[in-house]
């Protein structure tokens, strides 16, 4: 199966305050490239970076490799402009597609190709998503037939909207490390992320 990957790095970090996350570096690279290059390993087949505030300098901080980088000018709506901006560069025969956020540094590429493994297990056929202590966690890959559903929507709720409607159509898997759930929003938790990785501890 033909596997897509949406990277959302267009947000304005507001809670971080004067700096844009994605920029932070975590083990000497900047957050971003880290999420790209666990992407890079993955057993995935078109690549698509949505970026917008600061886009200059989020292009010159990913790594080689990546097959699309898309600029959303309209960053500012929400999450789902993003997400909608990366979808519409999907190649036609793409059958799923994962949405990855780019402020998940702790994300591994051995967790990436589990949820795509499930993803074929099943066809292609139902939304799979990540559990961590039985909380639905990112990221999470659709199906090609709620892609028109997706593109619909607007706001910042991603796509939890659509995995809520069709609970019956969405596989979860365990995961036993926190990776899935920890993201960087504001300064504490980009300190956890480096104490983590300086200890090498999951919680």
């Given at each position: ?9 267009a947000?304005g ?6 700096f844009?996350?994605?920029?932070l570096?975590?083990d ?5 490239h ?6 890079l390993?993955?057993?995935v ?8 505030y600061?886009?200059?300098?989020i292009?010159?901080s990913?790594p ?8 959303n000018?309209k960053w500012e709506?929400g999450m789902?402009?993003?997400i ?7 190649d036609?025969?793409v ?14 590429t ?14 292609g ?12 966690a ?9 892609f ?8 910042d709720?991603?796509?939890k ?19 899935v759930i920890i993201d960087c ?18 919680t």
């Amino acid at each position: 199966m033909k596997i897509s990957v949406i990277i959302l790095a267009a947000g304005g970090s507001k809670r971080m305050g004067e700096f844009n996350k994605l920029l932070l570096l975590i083990d000497g690279k900047p957050m971003i490239h880290l999420v790209c290059k666990m992407v890079l390993g993955a057993r995935v087949n078109q690549i698509i970076l949505v970026t917008g505030y600061q886009n200059n300098k989020i292009e010159k901080s990913i790594p080689k490799g990546i097959n699309t980088i898309v600029h959303n000018r309209k960053w500012e709506s929400g999450m789902m402009s993003s997400i909608c901006a990366g979808m519409s560069r999907l190649d036609k025969d793409v059958e799923g597609s994962m949405i990855v956020l780019g402020d998940m540094p702790l994300i591994s590429t051995i967790t990436i190709n589990r949820i795509i493994e499930e993803f074929n297990k099943h066809s292609g056929k139902h939304i799979i998503y990540p559990e961590y202590n039985n909380r639905q966690a990112n990221p999470v890959i659709f199906p090609r037939k709620y892609f028109p559903e997706i593109i619909k929507s607007k706001g910042d709720s991603g796509c939890k909207k659509v995995l809520k409607k069709y609970p019956g159509d969405a596989v979860g898997i365990p995961i036993n490390t926190d990776e899935v759930i920890i993201d960087c929003d504001t300064r504490d938790d980009y300190l956890l992320v480096e104490k983590k990785l300086l200890n090498n501890v999951q919680t």
